[in-house]
Structures are given as structure tokens and as C-alpha cells.
């Protein structure tokens, strides 16, 4: 996941945005993991929605966090993306290919 936050960070883009879902099968290690990443967008001051029930245990005033795509769909549905770059990355099983980026400008 670091690895491509890192890239995406070098994209030299206006505005950006990064939708990000669990990281699945890491154990005992996944609280910290996925607060790592929180921390990482934090930082980095990173436009950032975080998809997943893993991430949304550990939520914050920072960002915004969908226990579900389905969820994150109707957010999404409702703000503008016109000309933004978009880095979708998850786990398989959080099913992010069922997000939809739909710019309403």
C-alpha cells in the first residue's frame, strides 16, 4: 500500500484523491497496519476515503470512511471529481472495482 501511495503522491496533479480499502489477511497486525496508512495519508496531507471495516474501526475527523463501497457510492455520487486523479487500491475482498467515480461538476 505504501508503495503506491508513494507514487501516486509523485503524480504531479491539482487535486487529488485516494480511495483505499481494507488490507485484508494481516493477522494480528492489522490495527496498526491500517493505522499506519491513516497516519501515512495524514502526513502527507492526503485527500483520502478509506472503504472497509477496518479501516472505518479506527475513524477519525480526517477523513471520510464507508464501512462499505455501497455506502461510499452515495458520498461519491455527491461531489465533484471533475479533473481529479483518482488511486483506487484495496484487497480483492473489499471489492473497490464496484466503486463508482461518477463527476458531478
Not at 36 to 42: D, L, S
Not at 54 to 76: A, G, M, P, Q, R
Amino acid at each position: 500500500m505504501k508503495a503506491a501511495l508513494d507514487n501516486f503522491l509523485q503524480i504531479d496533479a491539482h487535486q487529488k484523491l485516494a480511495i483505499l480499502g481494507d488490507m485484508l489477511e494481516l493477522g494480528e497486525n492489522s490495527p496498526t497496519e491500517h493505522q499506519t496508512v491513516i497516519e501515512y495519508c495524514k502526513n502527507n496531507h492526503l485527500k483520502t476515503i478509506f472503504i472497509g471495516e477496518h479501516f472505518f474501526t479506527l475513524k477519525n475527523k480526517n477523513f471520510s470512511f464507508f464501512i462499505n463501497v455501497e455506502d461510499c457510492n452515495h458520498y461519491l455520487n455527491g461531489i465533484n471529481l471533475e479533473n481529479c486523479f483518482i488511486l483506487i487500491k484495496g484487497s480483492r475482498g473489499t471489492k473497490l472495482e464496484n466503486v463508482l467515480v461518477i463527476s458531478n461538476p
